[in-house]
């Protein structure tokens, strides 16, 4: 078992930068593939990125591709989305979360644990 808490959401406007941090307790987090997803108003849950266990691998939505750079601490337990060139389509409940698979997976139902969710709003 592992919980999840996200934090760094906010209201900023076009073309500033965020970062998000998630922090995990429990079970070793390196045991653990990261992903951040992201789901807007009347839209489906989508992955903006993802990080495997040791950082060696990434993947990144077409959305978020130069703009979106994921990391982790393994020695802090903790994941982080680095958010640069805000847009307003990137406006959305953000959410963290972990897979016990070793490959990087892309869909909700591949992620065991979520957080809470952190608000982003981007204004024009």
């Known amino acids: 078992q592992v919980q999840l808490v996200e934090s760094g959401g906010g209201l900023v406007q076009a073309g500033e930068s965020l970062r998000l941090s998630c922090a995990a307790s429990?079970?070793?987090?390196?045991?653990?593939?990261m992903g951040w997803f992201r789901q807007a108003p009347g839209k489906e849950r989508e992955l903006v990125a993802a990080?495997?266990?040791?950082?060696?691998?990434?993947y990144y939505s077409n959305s978020v591709k130069g703009r979106f750079t994921i990391s982790r601490d393994n020695d802090k337990n903790t994941v982080y989305l680095q958010m640069n060139s805000l847009k307003p389509e990137d406006t959305a409940v953000y959410y963290c979360?972990?897979?016990?698979?070793?490959?990087?997976?892309?869909?909700?139902?591949?992620?065991?644990?979520w957080g809470q969710g952190t608000q982003v709003t981007v204004s024009s």
């Open positions: 979360a972990a897979s016990t698979t070793f490959a990087i997976m892309t869909r909700v139902d591949d992620y065991n644990y």
């Open positions: 429990g079970r070793t987090f390196s045991s653990y593939t």
């Open positions: 990080i495997s266990r040791l950082a060696s691998r990434t």
